[in-house]
């Protein structure tokens, strides 16, 4: 059975530091993956996803993250983050049928 | 575009009270999904809807949960009896199968925050 693995439950980070939220998944068959992006009091928003092709997925707000098949990890970067990326982000996959698996979210703080 | 509208979006009741939640998916998309989020953690899948069929209904609880989508547009998820454990958030996301069930883009609502006393 699919599961996602949130390894950090809150990152903080200053302002214009890079970040990176780390995500692992368990799948024996090949996985479609995705990043969600949740703000306060708002539903979650798609920030990036993989289905194939290159493992270097460019995502919006500057976000990307690299698919490593191996290690079976989808960590999600962002070279210089602003305060406005303070929000919970979630790792998801999806493989075979239709059902998507979500992590428990990792909670980014951006300091001034 | 207008969002998947959710409302209301908050509800705060005592236990054994019934609630109902309302969701609106995007013009045009045919998938409706419902999801359970507890405090610090992820979305959970209750049911999912193909049109007005439910198609995965496996992790919603029936003795107490139902849902519909009269006409596969507006869908209606409904507790009754509440439990203090149903506290939670519940989300709404519609989908376009365009390209293939694996590909699609699930476009999620605000959200009703549910609290029960």
């Known amino acids: 059975a699919q599961s996602v693995t949130q390894l950090d439950s809150q990152v903080p980070v200053f302002e214009e530091a890079p970040v990176e939220l780390r995500c692992n998944y368990s799948?024996?068959?090949?996985?479609?993956l995705f990043w969600y992006v949740q703000y306060p009091n708002q539903g979650l928003q798609l920030l990036l996803k993989?289905?194939?092709?290159?493992?270097l997925v460019k995502g919006i707000n500057g976000f990307e993250a690299e698919f490593n098949k191996s290690q079976t990890s989808f960590h999600l970067r962002k070279p210089s983050v602003h305060i406005s990326d303070t929000a919970e982000y979630f790792c998801?996959?999806?493989?075979?049928?239709?059902?998507?698996?979500f992590g428990a979210g990792t909670r980014l703080f951006v300091k001034a | 575009e207008a969002g998947v509208v959710q409302s209301p979006r908050y509800k705060i009741i005592e236990k054994k009270q019934p609630v109902a939640f309302w969701c609106n998916p995007i013009?045009?998309?045919?998938?409706l999904y419902w999801y359970r989020q507890n405090l610090g953690q992820g979305p959970e899948l209750l049911i999912r809807?193909?049109?007005?069929?439910?198609?995965?209904d496996s992790q919603l609880p029936k003795d107490r949960f139902s849902a519909e989508r009269l006409k596969g547009v507006d869908s209606t998820l409904k507790i009754q009896p509440a439990e203090l454990g149903d506290s939670a958030v519940y989300l709404c996301?519609?989908?376009?199968?365009?390209?293939?069930?694996?590909?699609?883009?699930?476009?999620f609502g605000p959200g009703t925050r549910l609290t029960v006393l």
């Open positions: 013009s045009g998309h045919n998938t």
């Open positions: 993989y289905l194939s092709g290159s493992t």
């Open positions: 799948s024996s068959v090949s996985v479609y």
């Open positions: 996301a519609s989908s376009q199968i365009a390209g293939g069930p694996l590909v699609d883009t699930q476009y």
């Open positions: 809807y193909e049109n007005e069929e439910a198609v995965d």
């Open positions: 998801a996959v999806k493989e075979g049928g239709f059902k998507t698996i």
